[in-house]
């Protein structure tokens, strides 16, 4: 049984702030896709409201990232102050053994003249 004691904040930080980027990358295509129908649905009125879709579109993975880091490192934090409290989250860990890859071996001459 071993026990997580406290985590490395930047490093949650930055994990956070990568996944947020890739749900912004997600959410910037799903607001462009329905811009895209809006213009399709009103072909003759003004079109800047797009812009702003795109606009949000463009900005969207990195705000996301920014505040996926910021609450990387907050969550961070507080499992850091509440583990010293309450002593950490207890795992059973299990070792398994790695596969190894054995390469085929060369064909022998006589294999080949067959």
Same mark, same amino acid.
């Given at each position: 049984?071993?026990r =997580?004691?406290?985590l490395?904040?930047?490093?949650?930080?930055?994990? %956070?702030?990568?996944?947020?980027? &890739?749900i912004?990358?997600?959410?910037? *295509? +799903? +607001?462009? =896709?329905?811009?895209?129908?809006?213009?399709?649905?009103?072909?003759?009125?003004?079109?800047?409201?797009? &812009?702003?879709?795109?606009?949000?579109?463009? =900005?969207?993975? #990195?705000? %996301?990232?920014?505040?996926? #880091?910021?609450?990387?490192?907050?969550?961070?934090? =507080? %499992?850091?102050? &509440?583990?010293?409290?309450?002593?950490? &989250?207890?795992?059973?860990?299990?070792?398994?053994?790695?596969?190894?890859?054995?390469?085929?071996?060369?064909?022998?001459?006589?294999? *080949?003249?067959?």
């Open positions: 049984m071993v =997580l004691r406290s490395d904040v930047i490093s949650c930080a930055k994990i %956070y702030g990568i996944m947020h980027f &890739i912004g990358i997600l959410l910037a *295509l +799903f +607001f462009v =896709l329905i811009g895209l129908v809006g213009l399709a649905a009103a072909p003759g009125r003004q079109k800047f409201g797009m &812009i702003g879709v795109l606009v949000f579109a463009a =900005l969207a993975p #990195f705000l %996301y990232a920014v505040f996926g #880091f910021v609450a990387g490192a907050i969550s961070a934090l =507080l %499992y850091n102050w &509440i583990a010293s409290i309450a002593g950490g &989250i207890k795992m059973e860990l299990e070792t398994v053994p790695v596969p190894q890859f054995v390469p085929p071996s060369a064909p022998l001459a006589a294999d *080949l003249a067959m």
